[in-house]
Every structure is written in structure tokens, then in C-alpha cells.
């Protein structure tokens, strides 16, 4: 649920600062904040499927009987 919520709130604040960066035309503030953002979310997204995707394969392998 945390994980959930840390995106979400990270895709919100990137969408609603990038919003404004188009609106003005400038870049700082609001753009450099929307592309901060960005990469946050991407790289806190891609961690988390990498490591769910090492878990699932984790506990589908089961050891064989001796």
C-alpha cells in the first residue's frame, strides 16, 4: 500500500508541475521539479518490478526431494 501511494503522489506532483511548466513556458521552477519527478518515479518503478520479479522467480523454484 506504501509503494502504491509514493507513486501515486509522485505521478500526481510530476503531472500537476509539469502542467504548469507547459502553461508558463518556462522551465524553472515547475519543469526541472516535473522532470525530478520523472526519474524518481522510473527508477522507484523499475526497482520495484525488478524485485518482485526476483522474488517470484525465487519462490517458483522449489528444491528438489533427496
Do not use: D, E, H, Y
Not at 15 to 28: C, T, W, Y
Not at 38 to 52: C, G, M, N, P
Amino acid at each position: 500500500m506504501t509503494v502504491f501511494c509514493v507513486l501515486v503522489c509522485s505521478a500526481v506532483l510530476g503531472g500537476v508541475m509539469g502542467f504548469r511548466a507547459l502553461n508558463s513556458g518556462k522551465f524553472m521552477p515547475s519543469g526541472l521539479i516535473a522532470v525530478i519527478r520523472l526519474i524518481t518515479f522510473s527508477v522507484f518503478f523499475s526497482v520495484k518490478v525488478v524485485t518482485l520479479n526476483r522474488s517470484v522467480a525465487s519462490s517458483s523454484q522449489v528444491a528438489s526431494p533427496t
